[in-house]
């Protein structure tokens, strides 16, 4: 459908926490998943990066993702079930603010529980990055940022210094 535009650091909006999808919005939901696929195909080809998208990073305030890793998974209504104690540092990296990495701490596995575009509900285990990559989604559709979760002062670097980054 269309490129839309992503929201950037700095946008009250980001901040904002994401309604519920109610059964019968699903019907007219297809466009907005249109938009998320294209928007995360064009950031994918200019930055060479990016595995998913949360609807409120193109000021949608729905709770839905767009995950297209090898093929795509459209996640609505997530929660995080179940999550590990064991915890991982890396460097997040955002649509949000492309040339900003920030460390933070996460969960190494987790289980999410989301409906389908067809409403029926699935579950997902995740370790390592995917693990990662839903934590940071999900954070998204609540309003919460990596630069809320960062380490301490020290933990953001521009991306272009991922190579002296350990």
């Known amino acids: 459908?269309?490129?839309?535009?992503?929201?950037?650091?700095?946008?009250?909006?980001?901040?904002?926490?994401?309604?519920m999808v109610r059964e019968e919005e699903t019907g007219g939901i297809e466009p907005l998943i249109a938009d998320l696929h294209d928007t995360l195909m064009d950031f994918k080809e200019r930055y060479g990066a990016g595995r998913a998208i949360a609807s409120p990073q193109i000021g949608v305030m729905k709770r839905i993702i767009y995950m297209h890793i090898d093929d795509p998974v459209v996640i609505i209504n997530p929660r995080i079930e179940w999550k590990s104690s064991?915890?991982?540092?890396?460097w997040?990296?955002?649509?949000?603010?492309?040339?900003?990495?920030?460390?933070?701490?996460?969960?190494?596995?987790?289980?999410?529980?989301?409906?389908?575009?067809?409403?029926?509900?699935?579950?997902?285990?995740?370790?390592g990055d995917l693990s990662e990559l839903l934590q940071h989604e999900c954070d998204h559709l609540d309003g919460i940022l990596a630069v809320?979760?960062?380490?301490?002062?020290?933990?953001?670097?521009?991306?272009?210094?991922?190579g002296f980054l350990s």
């Open 148 to 162: 809320s979760r960062a380490i301490d002062g020290k933990s953001f670097a521009l991306s272009s210094q991922r």
């Open 92 to 127: 997040d990296d955002c649509m949000c603010f492309p040339d900003l990495l920030v460390k933070v701490v996460r969960h190494q596995r987790i289980r999410i529980v989301y409906r389908g575009l067809d409403w029926k509900e699935r579950s997902l285990d995740a370790e």
């Open 86 to 90: 064991e915890m991982m540092e890396v």
């Open 1 to 19: 459908m269309a490129v839309r535009q992503v929201l950037l650091l700095g946008n009250p909006q980001l901040y904002e926490t994401a309604a």
